[in-house]
């Protein structure tokens, strides 16, 4: 099992465990990659997984929390806009102008 994946079994037992309740704010990205001594990138990607299974939710600037009944997180906070995709490298969505004539 890859490090990642350990560090969010670890959490996902905390959580259903109950050690971590809902809207509880989840350890840090520096505190548990100081704790499992690996790359904030590593714990990201536990988080990331975790995020997918719905059991925490993350908010920019806020930290990640554990999400509360049918994967809504419970922390008091304001809706972020939903994220775009970005279109692949070379291909210009509709309506936005294509500016690199004018990068010289």
């Known amino acids: 099992m890859d490090l990642y994946q350990q560090i969010a079994e670890s959490l996902r037992r905390d959580i259903l465990g109950g050690r971590l309740k809902p ?6 990205v520096r505190r548990l990659s100081a704790e499992w001594h690996c790359t904030p990138g590593t714990v990201q990607k536990a988080f990331r997984e975790l995020q997918l299974s719905g059991l ?18 419970t922390g008091d906070h304001t809706p972020t806009a939903p994220c775009r995709a970005r279109a692949p490298r070379g291909v210009i969505p509709a309506g936005v102008p294509d500016g690199r004539p004018f990068h010289r």
């Open 56 to 73: 925490i939710e993350s908010l920019r600037g806020r930290g990640s929390h554990v999400a509360g009944p049918a994967g809504q997180a």
């Open 23 to 28: 809207g509880q704010r989840v350890p840090t």
